[in-house]
């Protein structure tokens, strides 16, 4: 998979976690909590710049409340 298609993927997973937050009312450091992994994380996915393990995707997609899938639908 080419660079930018990787980069592509990571900023719509981090837009899309951002939206679910912020229409379910959370903080950054209220989503950290509910998936019990660091605020900093939750920042470096928001922004497109990590590269999150499948268990802290995991641990996202349940404390949204969303399938995983719909994190990269």
Known sequence: MARS???D???SLGQ????RRLS???SQE????????RRA???EI???EANPTLESVIRLAAA??????????
Do not use: C, P, Q, T
């Open 64 to 73: 949204l409340r969303i399938d995983l899938s719909e994190l990269f639908d």
């Open 16 to 19: 899309r976690v951002r939206d």
């Open 9 to 11: 993927i990571k900023r």
């Open 46 to 48: 928001e922004r497109g």
């Open 41 to 43: 994380l939750i920042s």
């Open 5 to 7: 298609a990787r980069a």
């Open 24 to 26: 379910l009312n959370m």
């Open 30 to 37: 209220d989503l950290a909590s509910e998936a019990d992994i």
